[in-house]
């Protein structure tokens, strides 16, 4: 039976890294969280608390940010993804700079923090928002649809009109196992051509071939070459997993994305939670036996009979 409690990360864990927009160093902390306090972003230079929240998205420029008053903690989507597809209810992410490092562009860094870590069970249980009705935003062909479904799965469609990547999709049912072996690892990427554009602009000052794809007009310009074969729309998933993760809870609906952003992806949680009807929140019952635990977070198919919040 997998754990319906709440989980936290069971120690502090650190590391170190340049933000990718910024080019800035900063330290990254993952610390634990009581029940009920949710993902907050800390900025320690500031002593400024952001919880993980659609309300307090403040810039989704290549980048998802968050802001509370004259602070902000940019490039927030990655390690929202990683806590999301662990299964951490709770957690306290500490930065001591404006930005979130990148490390090597991917996800699979932060799974191996929670997972230096570990997890601890907490005693309440997991709350889940449960998709009842479809919702949806369209912008000419883009799309960023949540339907309900029995489990939470993304389905993201990339196409860049670019030889590499024309209709490239990739879909998984979100549990640990499968966002750490199938999405963890796809890497963000950029093309050659928008680089002096985006660094004209302020933006990808900390961008290399060490922590970003960069595609040429035919071809890879990273010597290791891609991960998997269609890692930029394993990428767009993760991406789109760490979006929907500032509805501030776990999400059971099958999220449907084709050309889909950072902006859309926080347009689609506004519109979800600004639309009573199209969701419930319910709270599955905790195992007061918990300990700490690495065990797998699994949705339940039905909960029906949990309890609304
Ligand atoms: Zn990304």
């Not at 608390?49 to 940019?74: C, F, K, M, Q, Y």
């Not at 930065?95 to 979130?100: A, F, H, K, R, S």
């Not at 029995?150 to 499968?178: C, K, M, Y």
């Not at 290399?208 to 890879?220: C, K, M, Q, T, Y």
């Amino acid at each position: 039976m997998g754990s319906w409690n709440q989980r936290t990360v069971a120690t502090r864990v650190s590391a170190t890294g340049v933000g990718l927009h910024s080019g800035r160093p900063a330290t990254l902390t993952l610390a634990p969280a009581p029940a009920e306090a949710g993902i907050t972003f800390v900025r320690m230079d500031l002593g400024v608390e952001i919880p993980a929240r659609n309300t307090h998205v403040v810039d989704t420029t290549l980048s998802t940010s968050i802001g509370l008053g004259p602070a902000r903690v940019a490039t927030v989507e990655h390690v929202l993804a990683a806590l999301h597809g662990m299964g951490i209810d709770n957690c306290r992410v500490e930065v001591d700079g404006p930005e979130i490092p990148i490390l090597d562009g991917s996800a699979a860094p932060f799974v191996c923090l929670v997972q230096e870590a570990g997890v601890r069970a907490l005693r309440a249980g997991r709350h889940v928002l449960v998709v009842d009705e479809p919702v949806e935003i369209r912008d000419g062909d883009r799309l960023a649809r949540l339907e309900p479904a029995d489990a939470f799965s993304v389905e993201f469609t990339a196409d860049f009109g670019h030889p590499l990547i024309t209709n490239q999709s990739f879909r998984a049912v979100v549990s640990e196992r499968t966002f750490e072996r199938e999405i963890a690892r796809a890497r963000t990427f950029c093309f050659r051509r928008d680089i002096e554009r985006m660094q004209a602009a302020g933006l990808a000052r900390g961008g290399s071939l060490e922590n970003a794809i960069v595609v040429d007009d035919f071809s890879i310009l990273n010597p290791e070459g891609l991960r998997f074969p269609d890692e930029f729309a394993r990428h767009k998933v993760l991406d789109a997993i760490g979006d929907l993760a500032l509805a501030g809870v776990a999400v059971q609906g099958a999220l449907v994305a084709v050309k889909s952003g950072h902006a859309m992806n926080q347009a689609l949680v506004r519109k979800l939670l600004g639309d009573e009807a199209s969701y419930r929140v319910v709270r599955l019952s905790a195992d007061a036996e918990a300990e700490a635990t690495s065990g797998r977070v699994t949705l339940p198919v039905q909960v029906a009979e949990g309890r609304p919040t």
